[in-house]
């Protein structure tokens, strides 16, 4: 199933639904409503194994508005927890795969599909970049978690742009002794969506293809299988450092070749299979701008073909943490 929280006009109640072959059910009357959508939400996920029956009849048989004639919502639209994984690909033809660590991003710089990523009215010379990414959306509460279980932890999967301010390099932001990661917690900086597809839409989250668009130019090319930490141990290295609650996400990192600039008045699309495709906007209010198309032209991703420079042969990247 693909869970969504939509509008049917602007200004009107959000409400949980299903994106089927029909369009968008309404299924709020199978469901308790929440004081906010994200409790709403909350609950479907911790009440799903009761609510599946009623929810697969609406989706057959409920009443179906096509999806343009509705606004998708964040699906989580402010979760208690977005941890994010540092770097996590194979690239740049490294031997060894890098220690798994992680950062915590903004909750409250969720947006969702239609929404306008903007930049900071900051003077100093950041620029602004895409990371696009697989999310996990938990099922909890979830404490030590071994990789063997890792499926009992998880409900279902989310797309999320990772939007970060950088300067060359990466430096402290700004230059203070704060951390790097506040460049990536402005507000509008965690688009998340088109919905929640549950965890048996995605048969391995460690074979699933991940794009992303800028002007309808490809940057993001590749396939979850490259992570140097999968899924599993991401699982369980995350919920032996704290308790994962319903809604909490975990996003997987990225494949930074293919990385770029977002800038005033582009438009960008992130898909992964089987989970869907986004769609943002872009504003700048100080009307920067910066090289157009990949970053130093580090250029991996094409539509032809997905270079992947993970060691072959050799220890996979899991184990122990």
Known sequence: ??????????????????????????????????????????????????????????????????????????????????????????????????????????????????????????????AFMHEAELAIVIKGPAKMVKQKDWRSAVFGYTTLVDVSAREVGRRTWPATPLTSWLGKSFDTFAPIGPCIATADEIKDPNDVIVRFWVDGVLRHNYNTDDMEHRVPELIEWATTVMTMNSGDLIACGTNHEGLGFLQDGESCEIEIQNIGKMSLKVRDPLKRTWEKGVYMGVDSTNPDAVKRHRPQGGPTATGAI
């Open 1 to 126: 199933m693909k869970l969504v929280l939509f509008q049917s006009a602007p200004n009107a109640e959000v409400l949980p639904g299903l994106i089927t072959d029909r369009g968008v059910v309404d299924i709020s009357s199978a469901v308790k409503k929440g004081y906010t959508p994200q409790l709403t939400m909350q609950g479907i996920i911790d009440g799903f194994d009761g609510l599946r029956p009623a929810l697969e009849k609406l989706a057959k048989d409920g009443s179906a508005v096509p999806l343009a004639q509705v606004q998708l919502k964040p699906p989580l639209p402010r979760p208690g927890k977005i941890l994010c994984c540092i770097a996590n690909y194979w690239e740049h033809a490294q031997r060894e795969a890098r220690p798994l660590n992680m950062f915590m991003k903004n909750p409250d710089a969720v947006i969702g599909p239609g929404d306008t990523i903007v930049l900071p009215e900051y003077t100093v010379p950041y």
